[in-house]
Nanobody, 119 residues
């Protein structure tokens, strides 16, 4: 059993910053990759930032230069620093992890945390 627990969402004014954190716990042999996605009602969930076990990160153009993902492999955590936030960044943000439990590699999701950016 693996759990992802997120924290750090909230309400912020445009131009402000927020930091999201996610901790993975449970039957973890290794973590292949972690990432953050976001979703607004009526739209598909989209990748915001991803990082692999080697530390290579990738971002879509919409957040590049504003968001930074980081991971602590020893603690099984991933964070997302969001700067220069815009109203269009408003969404529910989900932590995602590709985890090797020792019996297989599985995709796990957190429960989601709301980020609201006011104009």
């Amino acid at each position: 059993q693996v759990q992802l627990v997120e924290s750090g969402g909230g309400l912020v004014q445009a131009g402000g910053s927020l930091r999201l954190s996610c901790a993975a716990s449970g039957s973890i042999f290794s973590i292949n990759a972690m990432g953050w996605y976001r979703q607004v009602p009526g739209k598909q969930r989209e990748l915001v930032a991803g990082i692999n076990s080697g530390g290579s990160a990738n971002y879509p153009d919409s957040v590049k230069g504003r968001f930074t993902i980081s991971a602590d492999n020893a603690k099984n955590t991933v964070s997302l620093q969001m700067n220069s936030l815009k109203p269009e960044d408003t969404a529910v943000y989900y932590c995602n992890a590709l985890i090797n439990t020792g019996s297989g590699v599985y995709d796990y999701w957190g429960q989601g945390t709301q980020v609201t950016v006011s104009s």
